[in-house]
């Protein structure tokens, strides 16, 4: 399932944002590779794989953020993908707040917990160009299960953001 969102959603995007964008793109992602046993290919931040594969193709600079890093490193080595990606061991928030450049996607897939998903919204805003996308994975208004659109949700439409769900993923346009 994890897989075709990524395919369905997270690729186009980066495909379209490379058509709107006459640089390389700036792409940071909250949350990575936690697990790498096979059966936890299709989630716990495997997204992180798919960028960078993208970034090998089409170039740009990749920033994966966690508070745990060290699963992602040995996978992505093994994969021949971490030359494609920084890594960063870093709580999301203190790396969104100290960025000095434009980012073109931001993919927030960090802990279940709408009030952290909010707050990574509000710290990545102001570094978003204009045209740029913020997706939030997992992202199901309302729901006990997948909370990260829960207090996001609200905000994005009191201030009218421009946004679509597709399937457990929010584009949100800027």
């Given at each position: 399932?994890?897989?075709?969102?990524?395919?369905?959603?997270?690729?186009?995007?980066?495909?379209?944002?490379?058509?709107?964008?006459?640089?390389?793109?700036?792409?940071?992602e909250t949350g990575t590779i936690r697990r790498s046993e096979p059966e936890y290919a299709v989630g716990d931040g495997h997204s992180t794989k798919w960028i960078a594969r993208w970034?090998?193709?089409?170039?740009?600079?990749?920033?994966?953020?966690?508070?745990?890093?060290?699963?992602?490193?040995?996978?992505?080595?093994?994969?021949?993908?971490?030359?494609?990606?920084?890594?960063?061991?870093?709580?999301?928030?203190?790396?969104?707040?100290?960025?000095?450049?434009?980012?073109?996607?931001?993919?927030?897939?960090?802990?279940?917990?709408?009030?952290?998903?909010?707050?990574?919204?509000?710290?990545?805003?102001?570094?978003?160009?204009?045209?740029?996308?913020?997706?939030?994975?997992?992202?199901?208004?309302?729901?006990?299960?997948?909370?990260?659109?829960?207090?996001?949700?609200?905000?994005?439409?009191?201030?009218?953001?421009?946004?679509?769900?597709?399937?457990?993923?929010?584009?949100?346009?800027?």
């Amino acid at each position: 399932m994890a897989k075709s969102r990524v395919l369905d959603t997270l690729i186009p995007t980066l495909d379209e944002l490379s058509k709107i964008f006459d640089t390389p793109l700036n792409i940071i992602e909250t949350g990575t590779i936690r697990r790498s046993e096979p059966e936890y290919a299709v989630g716990d931040g495997h997204s992180t794989k798919w960028i960078a594969r993208w970034i090998a193709k089409n170039g740009g600079t990749f920033y994966s953020v966690d508070l745990e890093t060290a699963t992602a490193y040995e996978f992505l080595a093994a994969k021949e993908l971490l030359k494609y990606v920084k890594l960063v061991k870093s709580s999301s928030i203190a790396f969104l707040e100290k960025i000095d450049f434009d980012v073109h996607l931001a993919y927030l897939d960090s802990a279940n917990d709408p009030v952290l998903t909010k707050a990574e919204f509000l710290a990545v805003l102001p570094h978003m160009a204009t045209g740029g996308r913020i997706i939030v994975d997992d992202y199901v208004p309302d729901s006990r299960e997948k909370m990260k659109g829960n207090l996001l949700h609200p905000y994005l439409v009191a201030y009218k953001f421009k946004f679509e769900i597709k399937g457990v993923q929010c584009i949100i346009y800027l």
